[in-house]
C-alpha cells in the first residue's frame, strides 16, 4: 500500500478526500474504505487459504492410497493368468510405478510446501495486494490440475512365445522446463532489473557480458556470466549474487571457466551442467557447495546447451555446424540430432548454431544464427523445418537477425531472442511473421528497451527474463493480467 495522500476522489464513495492509493490495483481509497478494501483482500487470502487446506487433504489421501493405483490392479490380474516366470517382472513392474508415483506426490508436496511458505510470509508480514492474491491463486489452481490429472502412464504389453511380458512405460510428466502459456498472454513492456543492477563489472553485484541463464523452480536464476569467467546464483528478490562455479579467473583448470555460454539445471543430479565456451568442454558442477566441476564432454565449441526429460543433453556445437545428443556418463561420441552435413543454408544444414531447446516429443529446436532462422527437427529426422525466420537478415515482422536463445512453450510456440533487432519474438505454429513481445524499441538502456538480447527463459508464473547482454543485466518482463 502506498501512504502518500492527496485530495483525490475515492473510488468507493467518489468523494473528494484525503485518499492512499493501492499499489495493488492502482486504485484511491479514502481511509474508511481503505479499511474496508484491506478487508476484502484478507477475506481473499483466507480463501486462498481454505483452498489450500482442501488441497493438502486430498494430497494426503492420495499419498495413503497409492498403492490402490488401477493399472497395479491391472498388473494384478495379468499376473493371476501368467506362469510363475512372469512373477518377478511383475514385482518390477510395481516398484516401478510406485516409484513414479511417489516422485509425483514428492514433486506436489514440495510445490504445495513453496506456496505455503509464500501464503505464511504474505500474512504474517500483511504484505499481499491483487497481483499477489491472484498469481497463488493460479498457482494453487495449476497444482491441484497435476494432482487431480490421470497420470501420464500406461502398462505396455507386447506378444512374445508362451507369455506376454509387460512394461510399465511412463511419458515424462515433469515438462517444468516447458512453458505452459496462453497465446494471449502478454507481458508488461517495462522490465525489471533482476540480476546486474550495477552495470559492468566483477562484483557480486554486477555482470560482464551475459550469455546464458536458466530458472529453477524456486526462481533462482543462474547466469553464465561469459566476461567474468563465472556462473552466478541470484536468488528470488536477491541485491548479490553468489558465485557457483568458476570465479577463480580465467583457465581451464576444474575450478576454472573461460568465457561460459550457457547453463542448464540438472535436477537428476543436482548440478549445474555448463558450456565452457573457450576451453571447448561442457562441465558439470555439483550444486552442493561444488568447489570444481568435472568435465563430461570435450573438445566441443557450444552456445547452446539443453535437457530433455529421460536425462539425455543435447549440445549445440558451432564448428561442426550441428547438434549432438548425448547421455550424462556416457563416454560415447554422441548422436547427431540436428546438421552435421557441413555449413550451409539447406534444411538438412546449419549455420552456426546457437541455443537449443527440446520439447517432451524430443523435437530439437535449433536457433541457426548465421541463416537468421529457428529450425525444428524432430526425433529422427533428417532435416528440418523453419519455424521462425528463414527470410533473410532483417528487421521485418517475418525476419530475424541474428537470434540466438530460444524457448518453446507448450502450445508449440517459439520465443526467439531477436539478438540485433533488441527484441524478444512469439512465432506462433503455423505463423509466417512473429510478434513482438517485449524490446523492439531500438538498442538501449531504458526500462523498455534491450540491448543485444541473447538468452530467454520464464519462470513457473510465465514471467519472462531476458539476458541483456551489451546492458550486462538480466531483465525481469511481469505478465500483464489486465
Not at 42 to 49: T, V, Y
Not at 125 to 146: G, P, Y
Not at 314 to 325: A, F, G, I, T, W
Not at 422 to 443: K, L
Request: hydrophobic share 30%.
Amino acid at each position: 500500500m502506498a501512504t502518500s495522500t492527496s485530495k483525490v476522489q475515492c473510488v468507493t464513495c467518489a468523494k473528494d478526500k484525503g485518499t492512499v492509493q493501492c499499489h495493488g490495483c492502482s486504485q484511491s481509497f479514502c481511509f474508511k474504505h481503505l479499511t474496508d478494501h484491506r478487508q476484502q483482500l484478507s477475506q481473499q487470502f483466507d480463501e486462498i487459504q481454505m483452498t489450500r487446506d482442501l488441497l493438502r487433504q486430498t494430497l494426503t489421501e492420495y499419498s495413503n492410497n497409492s498403492q490402490k493405483h488401477p493399472l497395479i490392479n491391472e498388473i494384478d490380474r495379468w499376473e493371476q493368468h501368467s506362469i510363475n516366470l512372469i512373477r518377478k517382472t511383475a514385482e518390477e513392474a510395481r516398484q516401478k510405478m510406485q516409484k513414479h508415483t511417489t516422485e509425483h506426490l514428492s514433486k506436489m508436496e514440495k510445490k504445495l510446501n513453496d506456496l505455503t511458505k509464500q501464503l505464511r510470509e504474505g500474512r504474517e508480514d500483511d504484505d499481499f495486494v491483487e497481483i499477489d492474491l491472484q498469481q497463488w491463486n493460479q498457482q494453487l489452481t495449476q497444482i491441484n490440475e497435476e494432482l487431480l490429472k490421470p497420470t501420464n502412464i500406461k502398462v505396455k504389453q507386447s506378444s512374445t512365445p508362451l507369455i506376454t511380458m509387460i512394461n510399465v512405460e511412463i511419458v515424462d510428466e515433469d515438462m517444468s522446463n516447458i512453458p505452459n502459456i496462453s497465446a494471449k498472454t502478454k507481458w508488461m513492456q517495462n522490465g525489471v532489473t533482476v540480476a546486474g543492477v550495477h552495470g559492468k563489472g566483477n562484483e557480486l553485484n554486477q555482470l560482464n557480458s551475459p550469455y546464458g541463464m536458466c530458472i529453477d523452480g524456486n526462481q533462482t536464476i543462474y547466469v553464465a556470466d561469459y566476461g567474468n569467467h563465472r556462473v552466478v546464483e541470484w536468488k528470488k528478490g536477491a541485491t548479490t549474487g553468489q558465485i557457483v562455479a568458476g570465479g577463480n579467473g580465467e583457465g581451464n583448470q576444474n575450478d576454472q571457466l573461460l568465457v561460459p555460454t550457457s547453463v542448464v539445471v540438472d535436477e537428476k543430479t543436482d548440478s549445474l551442467i555448463i558450456s565452457d565456451g573457450n576451453n571447448r568442454r561442457i562441465m558439470q558442477w555439483s550444486r552442493q557447495n561444488g568447489t570444481s566441476g568435472q568435465a563430461i564432454i570435450s573438445n566441443v565449441t557450444s552456445y547452446g546447451i539443453a535437457m530433455d526429460g529421460e536425462g539425455y543433453l543435447y549440445v549445440s556445437d558451432l564448428n561442426k555446424n550441428e547438434v549432438r545428443r548425448w547421455k550424462i556418463g556416457d563416454k560415447s561420441a554422441g548422436e547427431v540430432v540436428a546438421g552435421g552435413n557441413g555449413k550451409g543454408n539447406r534444411l538438412d544444414q546449419l549455420n552456426v548454431p546457437c541455443g537449443v531447446f527440446v520439447d517432451k516429443n524430443q523435437s530439437v529446436y535449433v536457433v541457426d544464427n548465421g541463416n537468421h532462422r529457428v529450425v525444428k527437427w524432430a526425433r529422427d529426422a533428417r532435416e528440418g523445418i523453419v519455424v521462425a525466420g528463414g527470410q533473410g537478415e532483417g528487421s521485418s515482422l517475418s525476419q530475424l537477425h541474428h537470434p540466438y536463445g530460444v524457448v518453446v512453450d507448450q502450445l508449440g510456440s517459439v520465443y526467439v531472442a531477436d539478438q540485433y533487432n533488441h527484441r524478444i519474438m512469439r512465432w506462433c505454429v503455423g505463423s509466417r511473421e512473429g510478434n513482438v513481445i517485449v524490446g523492439g524499441n531500438g538498442q538501449g538502456q531504458g526500462i523498455d528497451q534491450l540491448w543485444h538480447p541473447l538468452s530467454v527463459s520464464f519462470d513457473e508464473g510465465n514471467n519472462l527474463y531476458v539476458t541483456d547482454l551489451s546492458n550486462n543485466r538480466i531483465q525481469k518482463f511481469d505478465v500483464d493480467v489486465k
